[in-house]
């Protein structure tokens, strides 16, 4: 059961423009949501966090929206980057729990 | 700035051997989490420890152990080898428990 969904596994933009990427959740125990980047052969890189009392966070280029009726949050980055390609994951955590559960993660590429 | 070490990077074992993964937090870092990610998956949560203690536990196999020492590193021993153990192993620390978690750069595990 995939309780954290990310439904696009590509995504391309074109350099300084906009990426939007997108993350649902089906369960609303979760209070705590994250973004992290990953390039191969590495481990995951924090990028940005909001918490549920919150509907956004901005953080440089980088801004998440959080649409908990919805149960939906997004990353926004602009502009986009070169090296922004990189596949991101969104991942959540309930209260009272440590774990963060993963996204299947979204492969962004920035066209130069 | 340190990040989390994880050794080694890459690892080769037969079926039925043991393993030993090891993970040195970010300096003062007090928290240790282990993730497994199989190749085309999300990273799933193995087992956390904090000031050396069990803090919270997923879906780590009885045939996985591990442990957080004095110095808050922490090691994961895997026995009984099987083909599906083959993955990326990620380990991450945090500053307190429920904090950010920042990933170290994973131990590639093939089991032959």
């Known amino acids: 059961d995939q309780q954290v969904k990310q439904n696009s596994p590509s995504l391309s933009v074109q350099e300084g423009r906009i990426s939007i990427l997108n993350c649902d959740y089906t369960?609303?125990?979760?209070?705590?949501f994250l973004w992290y980047k990953k390039y191969p052969a590495e481990g995951p890189t924090f990028l940005i966090s909001i918490s549920s009392i919150k509907d956004k966070n901005e953080d440089g280029r980088f801004t998440v929206f959080l649409n908990k009726s919805a149960k939906h949050l997004s990353l926004h980055i602009v502009p986009s980057q070169p090296g922004d390609s990189a596949v991101y994951f969104c991942?959540?955590?309930?209260?009272?729990?440590?774990?963060?559960?993963f996204g299947t993660g979204t492969r962004l590429t920035i066209i130069p | 700035a340190a990040g989390v070490i994880q050794s080694p990077r890459h690892l080769i074992k037969e079926k039925r051997e043991t393993a030993t993964l090891k993970c040195y937090p970010i300096?003062?870092?007090?928290?240790v989490y282990w993730y497994q990610q199989g190749p085309g998956q999300d990273p799933q949560f193995l087992i956390s420890?904090?000031?050396?203690?069990?803090?919270d536990k997923g879906s780590i196999p009885d045939r996985f152990s591990a442990q957080q020492f004095s110095d808050y590193h922490s090691e994961l021993n895997m026995s009984s080898l099987e083909l599906g153990d083959s993955a990326l192993y990620f380990c991450?620390?945090?500053?307190?428990?429920?904090?950010?978690?920042?990933f170290g750069p994973g131990t590639r595990l093939l089991v032959l």
């Open positions: 300096p003062r870092h007090d928290t």
């Open positions: 991942a959540a955590r309930r209260g009272g729990n440590e774990k963060l559960t």
């Open positions: 369960n609303s125990m979760f209070d705590y």
């Open positions: 991450a620390s945090s500053l307190g428990s429920r904090e950010t978690q920042y």
């Open positions: 420890f904090y000031e050396k203690m069990q803090s």
